[in-house]
């Protein structure tokens, strides 16, 4: 009974918070502490996101007064027929990564946690890529690509009596190239979470597994992937919204070529804004830029909805 | 406040960042010199190239004591200039394509500089088609120079190789491929080969198609029909097919843009290339070319109609450029584009300065004033001009008999882009349909066309 009157006779105490109160509470001191986050995040994060929106409906080429357009720009988006092969293009890109690109950090992952000597060579070794800067990895595998008999891969196909590829100077065969160096590029961080979460995974699961019969498979199946469940889900959505957004690769490597065979969604933007050096479509370029971000926002939504039961397990 | 610590801290915090953004405002203080900013080179280019491009800058420094220059490199390429343009980065005199700059002006983005143009002493001289391309409406708002003709650039050293006689040059597109099968059975490398991205792609296919006679855009009763699909271009793409599926002399890149084509040439990678009869100065400057080796000729024509692709450069002057700089731009392209051609004293200058750094001297250009007057400035440096004038005599003798075409009006770059890719499927696809491919550049740029307001 005591504590329901004590309650009852604080409660009003409580609500009656004065901005006196709050000042004596260190709310001033705790917002003066947050205004330094508040004003970079302000300028340089959401000042631009909402400079986009109001772009997206007006057509501007940021130098003369901006016209006021409505929905025209997403209009032409829709109506531009390369949007559409550029949508094709990065699903394409997206779903090879996802089959090939995804499961090959894992497996080297599982592996290099099996081994038992030199493991930090491996490491190493692995996450090397990563530390070559993106650029300089780039233009090394354009030169790797060279199409002709001397280039670096075919010369190495010869060897084994492969004729020539025409690697990135070819429709059918530039995405997967674009694909091989995307993921050559990017294995190494991946593996280096995946090690970590590895050591994470209790040994006595595996002493259990092998006491029950366990084979090496079977542990991998029923021990290592369920333990590494969370981050494997949070790496593929990661992975996937990576990949809606390639850029460097096709710009770099294809220029979005040949005829259009590797023009991305990302590139499509750049080139809305910046193919006509006059720069009219700088309108278009952030009315695609954020159909892309509400469509990863609906699917990383989606995702970690459907997931929800999945990932708590 | 509980803590003064706390609020010591977090006020030191902000003021930290205030400052931070406060950082970059512009200081300026006027001392009563003029400093501009001057377009130098293209970035990459030799130290030698920037070492005549210096001297000058200095000679006209000591010319022009209230004037100083700030060098700056700089290469028109559509992407960087958009975003040199958008972020107000652009120098105080720069230069764009003869395609670009009356939409620029259009656009209120170049300086008008008629006054100070008119003080010329050359200013009634010139080639009023030339300076149509930066005026409007009686207004000038840049100067025309470097105009260039399509042409075939080829290596000369190559052609010998192959047992072809470099001075006579193909000189109709069946003789173009014969000897680039030829080239490319006997070396194993491309006999031809063209731009196919970057906009350039499109750029060549356009000169091909006017060697044949027809138009990729044409101008009736003031509406502007985009027509790429025209008996000429699919000839031009069918040609550049037969030489990729049929006789397989063309090499194996075909992803190459202006610089990437211009370092393939240079690398002994491709015999023959369509390029603009300017393109010795990059290629000495960027590429390590020989002029000794280096062959330039009039780009084959056929049929009715048929002509030169010409284009150019315009030097143009910032538009947020005051009088006083306006003033000092205009001395300065006068000095250092144009004195060359109408200043003997000057002209020499400059030849001294660029024979000393070992660049180029004599690149086949066409005329900003008129023939007689390009004739009598080539006279004043006849004894320094380094450019074997045999190997750009097949340029030189022919241009003058040909029409010259101006580049297409409306929408250039897009139209170029998109042609571009259809240069590459003809290249990468056996099968590509050339029509189909080419309507539908039409209805994208039509509707470009279509939706300006001018």
Redesign the interface.
């Known amino acids: 009974m005591s504590s329901t009157v004590s309650s009852a006779t604080r409660a009003p105490v409580r609500d009656r918070r004065t901005p006196l109160t709050w000042l004596k509470g260190g709310g001033l001191t705790n917002l003066l502490f947050m205004v330094p986050l508040l004003v970079i995040f302000g300028v340089f994060s959401w000042t631009p996101i909402v400079q986009a929106v109001v772009m997206s409906v007006q057509h501007t080429n940021l130098v003369t007064t901006p016209e006021f357009v409505g929905f025209a720009n997403f209009v032409h988006v829709f109506n531009d027929p390369t949007f559409y092969t550029a949508v094709q293009n990065t699903g394409y890109f997206a779903l090879l990564a996802l089959v090939f690109g995804f499961p090959a950090p894992l497996i080297a992952a599982v592996l290099m946690s099996e081994v038992r000597r030199a493991k930090g060579l491996f490491s190493a070794l692995a996450y090397l890529p990563v530390v070559v800067p993106p650029v300089v990895a780039v233009l090394l595998w354009k030169f790797f690509y060279d199409a002709s008999p001397h280039g670096v891969f075919n010369t190495i196909l010869s060897w084994v009596g492969i004729p020539p590829q025409p690697w990135i100077q070819s429709a059918t065969t530039a995405m997967p190239s674009l694909v091989l160096e995307a993921t050559w590029a990017a294995a190494g961080g991946t593996i280096i979470i995946y090690l970590a979460a590895l050591t994470s995974v209790a040994p006595e699961l595996y002493d259990a597994a092998e006491v029950d019969g366990a084979g090496i498979w079977r542990k991998i199946w029923h021990v290592t992937l369920p333990q590494l469940r969370p981050i494997l889900l949070v790496t593929l959505i990661l992975q996937i919204i990576g990949t809606s957004q390639v850029f460097l690769e096709p710009f770099l490597i294809t220029g979005g070529g040949p005829a259009n065979s590797t023009i991305t969604i990302l590139q499509l933007i750049y080139s809305y804004a910046f193919q006509n050096s006059l720069g009219g479509n700088y309108g278009e370029a952030t009315a695609l830029s954020l159909l892309l971000a509400a469509f990863l926002a609906v699917l990383s939504f989606v995702y970690f909805r459907a997931t929800k039961a999945w990932s708590d397990n | 406040?509980?803590?003064p610590r706390?609020?010591v801290?977090?006020?030191v915090?902000?003021g930290?960042?205030?400052a931070a953004?406060t950082g970059c405002s512009p200081a300026a203080a006027p001392d009563g010199k003029i400093t501009i900013t001057v377009a130098s080179l293209i970035p990459g280019s030799s130290k030698d190239a920037f070492a005549a491009f210096y001297a000058r800058v200095q000679q006209f420094e000591k010319a022009h004591k209230n004037i100083t220059l700030k060098p700056v490199e700089y290469q028109?390429?559509?992407?960087t200039?958009?975003?040199q343009?958008?972020g107000g980065t652009l120098p105080d005199v720069f230069n764009?394509p003869f395609t670009?700059s009356q939409?620029?002006l259009q656009?209120?983005?170049l300086a008008d500089i008629t006054a100070d143009v008119k003080k010329l002493p050359y200013a009634s001289k010139f080639n009023q088609n030339l300076l149509q391309v930066a005026s409007k409406d009686g207004k000038i708002y840049g100067i025309p120079y470097g105009p260039y003709g399509y042409g075939i650039s080829y290596n000369r050293a190559l052609f010998t190789k192959a047992g072809l006689d470099p001075n006579k040059p193909p000189t109709t597109w069946d003789e173009v491929r014969a000897d680039a099968k030829i080239i490319s059975d006997k070396l194993h490398i491309a006999g031809f080969m063209q731009f196919?991205?970057?906009?350039t792609g499109g750029w060549a296919l356009t000169a091909e198609t006017y060697s044949r006679g027809g138009r990729m855009e044409t101008v009736s009763g003031g509406k502007t029909t985009v027509t790429t699909d025209n008996p000429q271009t699919i000839a031009s793409l069918q040609y550049l097919h037969d030489l990729r599926w049929v006789d397989n002399s063309v090499?194996?890149?075909?992803?190459l843009?202006w610089s990437g084509m211009n370092q393939y040439f240079g690398a002994g990678q491709t015999a023959m290339y369509p390029s603009g009869s300017d393109v010795l100065t990059s290629l000495v400057q960027q590429n390590n070319v020989d002029p000794k080796d280096y062959g330039l000729t009039v780009l084959p024509t056929e049929g009715a109609d048929s002509g030169i692709l010409a284009g150019g450069n315009v030097a143009t002057v910032n538009v947020k450029a005051s009088a006083e700089e306006k003033a000092a731009a205009v001395q300065w392209i006068d000095f250092y584009y144009m004195q060359k051609l109408t200043n003997q004293a000057q002209s020499v200058a400059d030849a001294k300065i660029l024979v000393g750094a070992k660049q180029p001297v004599g690149v086949p250009q066409l005329p900003i004033f008129d023939q007689k007057t390009l004739d009598t400035s080539l006279g004043w440096i006849d004894q320094y001009i380094n450019v074997p004038k045999a190997n750009v005599a097949p340029f030189q003798d022919g241009v003058f008999k040909l029409t010259i075409v101006p580049e297409p009006a409306r929408?250039t770059?897009?139209l170029y882009?998109a042609l571009?890719?259809?240069v590459?499927?003809v290249?990468?696809?056996k099968n590509?349909d050339i029509t189909a491919l080419l309507q539908?550049v039409n209805k994208?740029v039509q509707?470009l066309v279509d939706a300006d307001t001018y």
């Open positions: 406040m509980k803590s706390k609020a801290i977090a006020t915090a902000i930290a960042v205030l953004l028109w390429t559509g992407p200039f958009a975003s343009l958008a764009v670009d939409s620029l656009a209120g983005q196919t991205s970057g906009n090499g194996s890149n075909f992803l843009d929408h770059q897009e882009a571009d890719s259809v590459q499927a290249l990468t696809d590509a539908g994208k509707a």
